[in-house]
T-cell receptor
Framework: GESVGLHLPTLSVQEGDNSIINCAYS??????FIWYKQESGKGPQFIID?????DKRQGQRVTVLLNKTVKHLSLQIAATQPGDSAVYFC??????????????FGSGTQLTVLP | NAGVTQTPKFQVLKTGQSMTLQCAQD?????MSWYRQDPGMGLRLIYY???????DKGEVPNGYNVSRLNKREFSLRLESAAPSQTSVYFC????????????FGNGTRLTVT
């Protein structure tokens, strides 16, 4: 079936460096994508989203890039800080005909920021 | 403004027992949903409610029932708990069912022995 996946399960970066977290999706009908951050013991926290009619969107220290040709999504975090250490999930939105939106999540990438 | 509130935070059940997980949101959101999170498997959709009075199955609905009590509240019920239902359960809501981000509660950690 369709799936959302991540290239790397873990990522370690030095404090102050930029981080790039990648995500592959397989459903060409997906029209909306979201990145979430999840800290230990908490629920996922919304970071940034992008619609399929865009290829780039920037937030505060974060940028999401969407490449529909190769079905690839990435999250870039600038000047990574210790507080960025968490698990990051990408999610894709599919709205089947006659149904409400369903959000499908990848398995997550653990980002560790090294001092 | 509390966002999405889930109760209880922790629960231990014996096989065959029943329980209801409660969820309430104060953001006037139309769409509410329940997910379970297991190690290495990300979040999987159990049930969702696109609006008050409607509910639909997600990816893993077996063994669960839901009730959209009103616009604010969406409960998840386990009628006869099984060890395979040991998981962390998250409730989430969004403004609409189309292209708006989900806001999550902090989860209920359920262990079935």
């Amino acid at each position: 079936g369709e799936s959302v996946g991540l290239h790397l399960p873990t990522l370690s970066v030095q404090e102050g460096d930029n981080s790039i977290i990648n995500c592959a999706y397989s459903n060409s009908a997906s029209d909306y994508f979201i990145w979430y951050k999840q800290e230990s013991g908490k629920g996922p926290q919304f970071i940034i989203d992008i619609r399929s009619n865009m290829d780039k969107r920037q937030g505060q220290r974060v940028t999401v890039l969407l490449n529909k040709t190769v079905k690839h999504l990435s999250l870039q975090i600038a000047a990574t800080q210790p507080g960025d250490s968490a698990v990051y999930f990408c999610a894709e939105n599919i709205t089947p005909p006659g149904s409400a939106r369903q959000l499908t999540f990848g398995s997550g990438t653990q980002l560790t920021v090294l001092p | 403004n509390a966002g999405v509130t889930q109760t209880p935070k922790f629960q231990v059940l014996k096989t065959g027992q029943s329980m209801t997980l409660q969820c309430a949101q104060d953001m006037n959101h139309e769409y509410m949903s329940w997910y379970r999170q297991d190690p290495g498997m990300g979040l999987r959709l159990i049930y969702y409610s696109a609006s008050e009075g409607t509910t639909d199955k997600g990816e893993v609905p077996n063994g669960y029932n839901v009730s959209r009590l009103n616009k604010r509240e969406f409960s998840l019920r386990l009628e006869s708990a099984a060890p395979s239902q040991t998981s962390v359960y998250f409730c989430a809501s969004s403004r609409t069912g189309e292209g708006s981000p989900l806001h999550f509660g902090n989860g209920t950690r359920l262990t079935v022995t």
